[in-house]
């Protein structure tokens, strides 16, 4: 149950990085929350997309679900269960872009993962899944260094708490880089390019602004359409 688990997770992971469909760009994101001012990850939107593909992959051998939050402040990011079985499954997630320290992250996999989301019964299987996102805020956190080191420590616990299966997983979200340096995926043309170019089109005949293609009078909403 629990490798199936992390295959699927695992397939998540190559949509997100290889996927012609990818949705890194998305979940690389960072936005502004004006009122606090400051910079928010999108951790929920993570937890939600991975719950969702989950769900989808995984519906005629296991459930989904997201844990109530406890008297002590506590939920579980994800929760996957085989309910006829008894098994559950924890996941962790985790973003780059909440500006974490790398003590921070793995105080997150002892304290909260194993110390509070796997105390229960039946719980003795979880992930620690961290997603890479685009770095806002000027500086760049070492992320092969942060699971090497997060791995270090999960084969650690596991040592003190045999009955414990425990997996860290990264998430590349970052747009791929081209070997002279530039993303795969090129950012918009800026307003001045776009109009230069419109410009253009219409002085070649391509376009012109009082055209009625197709038939039709200005201002009708079948202008365009054939009859």
Do not use: C
């Not at 949705?23 to 990850?41: W, Y």
């Not at 929920?44 to 969702?52: E, I, M, R, S």
């Not at 003190?160 to 970052?174: H, M």
């Amino acid at each position: 149950f629990a490798q199936r688990v992390e295959n699927d997770i695992l397939d998540v992971k190559d949509v997100v990085e290889k996927g012609e469909f990818s949705p890194r760009r998305f979940l690389s994101t960072n936005f502004q929350d004006v009122e606090v001012g400051a910079v928010k990850a999108m951790e929920d939107d993570f937890q939600l997309y991975l719950a969702g593909q989950l769900a989808v992959v995984g519906r005629k051998q296991y459930s989904v679900f997201r844990e109530p939050q406890g008297a002590d402040d506590a939920r579980r990011d994800i929760s996957v269960a085989a309910a006829a079985h008894g098994w559950k499954v924890t996941l962790e997630l985790k973003v780059t872009g909440g500006g974490w320290s790398v003590e921070e992250y793995r105080d997150s996999l002892r304290n909260q993962l194993v110390g509070l989301y796997m105390r229960e019964r039946n719980t003795t299987v979880g992930f620690f899944v961290i997603l890479k996102q685009s770095s806002s805020k000027g500086g760049s956190l070492d992320f092969d260094r942060l699971l090497e080191v997060l791995r270090s420590d999960a084969l650690q616990l596991q040592a003190e708490r045999p009955e414990l299966r425990l997996r860290v997983i990264g998430i590349d979200a970052t747009e791929p880089v081209k070997v002279d340096g530039t993303t795969v995926r090129t950012k918009a043309a800026p307003k001045a390019v776009k109009d230069a170019r419109k410009a253009a089109r219409m002085a070649k005949g391509v376009l012109h602004p009082t055209a009625l293609p197709l038939g039709g009078t200005a201002g009708s909403p079948w202008v365009g359409r054939r009859p």
